[in-house]
């Protein structure tokens, strides 16, 4: 049996957030791991039905926001004890800021375990001055984050591989920009999105495959079996909710400041933008290329490397190749004509995992990880002078001119925080955005002003 914190753990990993279908499908997801307990009694499954039942209202544990997580509940049943971690080092690199977040959930008598987390938790000094000093040091740069989701921490669940550096996290300096072009549903990038989830099922029922408009309206009390029997506008409510559902909307936009923790991005276009040099030794003729050098050649295997992943065809990897050196012959290539020589050259890649078209930028996001960055920090102009196929003009975004956007690879998302979290250096490694601070976003509409910045 493998140990209860680990369980804890995949539990914890595997959940979706609670809310429509998916609060059913995390259900499906634990019950394989239900069954490598030995005991129907062990301390876990007592955890954890706590936690069920108080997230769907049905008894004192836990629910979501603000509430006991699994391993709370394992501590709040069992004490603080080796056995189950307590509050060892172990344990809290496991739990990360939700071991310290004791909460509303803890209720009746906690004893040992909440008097214990909450010492922890509270010996941060959160006067203004001593939180904002913690957030320069650890996560010193200033971002907005727009999403029509409910966010404690960022995974790539419903991001998309046709993004522009394909499934990652996205930022941006300008408020403007947050504001006109992701904090609401009108946004060009989410509006995108929910039309080609409704073509998309629009085109399953007209292949046969209706399934999902049935049980959408059957939910509701309509009983029809055959689209055919539905109006027009029936479909188009079904259509809607379904995409919106798929793409895991809760709400209309909600801004989130954020602080982010980029250890080594590289920066594309721009003042001080990423220059990979290239050296290139001769012969003591000059006829031969004895040797190469520089952090170009990094770059080249990493490349490689990912075209191999990709399974970028061979006529395509010798021509980007060939480019790319055309360009650095001369002592190097910056990060953005690296860029614009892979987007302009490579088309059809696929997301191995998804089977969805991804875009070149995932390809390039990938070349950059393996080349040791963790984020990429980029000239967001280029999003306000767009063209499409064959050089039509496109309606640029407001707000892009002079902002730059940045770009935390999924596997760093432990750099991102709330700009309310605590900045605790002791949970460095954790996803939660709060670090037991309070969630900062303003939700509806969507939309922040300057004003409310400062008011906050």
Known sequence: MKPAYQYALDRIRAMAPPNGDQRMNMETRLGPLAATMTTPNDPMLAAYDNWWQGLTGQGEGSGWFGMNTIPQEMARLQGVSDEYGGLSPEYLQAFGDSALMPGPGVMGTVG?????????????????????????????????????????????????????????????????????????LGGPDITSRIQREIESSADAMFDGDADDLLDYWAFRGVDVDDAADLSQGQIDEALDAIARERLGIQNDGTVYPARLRMENPVRVGGDGETFFDYAIKYSDDGE????????????????????????????????????????????????????????????????????????PGAVIADIFKKAGFDSIDM??????????????????????????????????????????????????????????????????????????????
Do not use: C
């Open 112 to 184: 040992k375990v909440g008097n214990a987390l909450s010492g922890v938790a509270d010996d941060l000094p959160m006067d203004t001055a001593s939180q904002m000093a913690r957030a320069d040091q650890y996560f010193p740069v200033d971002a907005w984050h727009g999403s029509p989701r409910n966010i404690t921490e960022f995974r790539n669940t419903y991001s998309t591989p046709e993004g522009h550096y394909g499934p990652h996290h996205y930022f941006t300096n300008s408020l403007e920009d947050v504001n006109e072009n992701y904090a609401g």
């Open 288 to 359: 031969d290329i004895v040797g190469e050098g520089g952090s170009f050649m990094d770059l080249l295997r990493a490349t490689q490397e990912s075209f191999d992943e990709w399974q970028i065809d061979q006529f395509t990897r010798d021509d980007v190749l060939a480019k790319l050196y055309d360009d650095a012959v001369d002592g190097g290539i910056s990060a953005s004509d690296f860029d614009a020589i892979l987007r302009a050259n490579i088309n059809e890649v696929y997301d191995d995992f998804t089977g969805e078209m991804a875009s």
């Open 379 to 456: 000239d967001a102009s280029v999003f306000s002078n767009r063209q499409g196929f064959g050089g039509v003009k496109l309606p640029g975004m407001a707000g892009t001119q002079d902002a730059r956007h940045f770009i935390v690879f999924d596997d760093n998302a432990n750099q991102i925080r709330s700009r309310f979290a605590r900045f605790d250096p002791r949970n460095l490694n954790s996803r939660n955005l709060l670090a037991s601070g309070l969630l900062g976003g303003v939700t509806g509409a969507g939309l922040l002003s300057n004003d409310a910045e400062a008011a906050q």
